[in-house]
């Protein structure tokens, strides 16, 4: 019994020094950040990538080999396929914002943790610039000698990525691993039990 007792005081006092710990990472979008006070294009824009980032964050937190191995169907992309397709969106949304042309991103070294990441902060990064801008139809898609304005990128990458989050959330409730129920999608925070 002392040991139980031993090993549960451990876990707690882990735990809360891993909250506390400045040096533990904390990724972006565990909760929505809090809202604008005014409402412009460039907020309102950055709120859709805020949405998407908090969807994203909990769909892919927490997979297994075996979440990420899962696909619906032999013609279908698997859960690990689509956390790719996911990246290469988040990374047009942020060339986006900076005004940079697309061009392809070598993925084959990066692991399920290091995409998954990088997938959040090119989002964080993404919002803040939108958040700041007064005129977001300077933010075009650009792929070489093609540009497409920023209405594009509300009906394609972004969409597309939420589209994809949703499926990810499909995925691990069919591979036996579903979300937290503690996720508040409306209020974009996470529920105290």
Do not use: C
Request: aromatic share 10%.
């Amino acid at each position: 019994m002392k040991h139980t007792l031993f090993i549960i005081a451990l876990m707690v006092s882990s735990i809360g020094f891993a909250q506390a710990n400045p040096d533990v990472e904390q990724l972006p979008y565990y909760e929505v950040p809090e809202y604008s006070e005014t409402f412009t294009a460039g907020t309102v824009a950055a709120r859709m990538v805020d949405g998407l980032g908090f969807r994203y964050y909990w769909s892919s937190e927490g997979l297994t080999e075996k979440d990420l191995d899962y696909r619906p169907s032999e013609g279908a992309r698997s859960s690990g396929e689509t956390i790719n397709h996911i990246l290469s969106l988040s990374y047009v949304i942020l060339n986006s914002t900076l005004n940079k042309s697309n061009e392809k991103v070598d993925m084959s070294k990066m692991s399920y943790t290091d995409k998954r990441k990088q997938t959040l902060i090119n989002l964080k990064t993404a919002a803040e610039i939108l958040r700041k801008s007064d005129d977001i139809s300077q933010h075009k898609i650009i792929f070489d000698k093609n540009e497409f304005p920023f209405w594009n990128q509300i009906n394609g990458p972004i969409a597309d990525a939420i589209w994809h989050s949703g499926q990810l959330a499909t995925f691990r409730r069919s591979s036996g691993n579903p979300i937290s129920s503690n996720i508040s999608f409306l209020r974009g925070k996470v529920k105290k039990p």
